[in-house]
């Protein structure tokens, strides 16, 4: 059995206290927008609207139990650190990545090849950990 959670935090937002977060599927509807990837976008450049610290990641926490009493839960973290934009940049992916930049490849997610993104995604890094977990302490 495998759960993920994921969410955004914002080293930009203190008095945020790093929000989104793991709440970031519900973001926009503290903001007066319904639900949704686009609004979270929306509500997320509004509240940072003027901030020139910018910082923030993207974590991915993935869990696997073999059975609900495992005594050994794998745990594998992905942590993409980059900045967001002012606007959205790029035409693919989902969620934050229109305005998730990581300067190293001076590209959003969303202007990203897959590959690319896969690359360097949290969830990438999360799955390619939890890859090799499940291989050292449930298949050795």
Known sequence: RFRNVTGVQTCALPIFGGEPGVQTAFYATRFGYPKGDDHNVTALLEQMKGLTQRRAALVSTLVAVRHPNDPEPLIAVGRAVGEI??????????????????PEVGQTFAEMSTALKNQLSHRGQAARQMIQLIHERWLN
């Open 85 to 102: 934009t002012m606007t959205r940049r790029g035409q693919n992916g989902f969620g934050f990545d229109p305005v998730m930049y990581l």
